[in-house]
Nanobody
Framework: QVQLVESGGGLVQAGGSLRLSCAGSGRTFGSYVMGWFRQAPGKEREFVAAISWSGLKTSYADSVKGRFTISRDNAKSTVYLQMNSLKPEDTAVYYC????????????????????WGQGTQVTVSS
């Protein structure tokens, strides 16, 4: 069983920055593909970013490309999402997710492809 706990959310003005963290449990955290998703009120959960187990490969949604950066520290079993130049439309609950086995060249971007989820952290961007 993998447990994921997000932190770092909060209220920020447009143009500001936040860094989200996701701490994971399990001895093999370093072998998981990790992803970040978000869900705004009344909308479906959407893909934000993903990172390979090594950290060498990343993938981003077009809406956050160039503003958000995903990274990981396997020694700390933690994945991060650095969010810069935040916009009001980035307001959502942000979730991290883990995919324990993944053999494709492309990283998973669909919610159903992930095995474990955190409880989410709220990010609110004021205009």
């Amino acid at each position: 069983q993998v447990q994921l706990v997000e932190s770092g959310g909060g209220l920020v003005q447009a143009g500001g920055s936040l860094r989200l963290s996701c701490a994971g449990s399990g001895r093999t955290f370093g072998s998981y593909v990790m992803g970040w998703f978000r869900q705004a009120p009344g909308k479906e959960r959407e893909f934000v970013a993903a990172i390979s187990w090594s950290g060498l490969k990343t993938s981003y949604a077009d809406s956050v490309k160039g503003r958000f950066t995903i990274s990981r520290d396997n020694a700390k079993s933690t994945v991060y999402l650095q969010m810069n130049s935040l916009k009001p439309e980035d307001t959502a609950v942000y979730y991290c997710a883990a995919k324990t086995t993944w053999n494709s060249i492309t990283l998973p971007t669909i919610t159903q492809e992930y095995d474990y989820w955190g409880q989410g952290t709220q990010v609110t961007v004021s205009s």
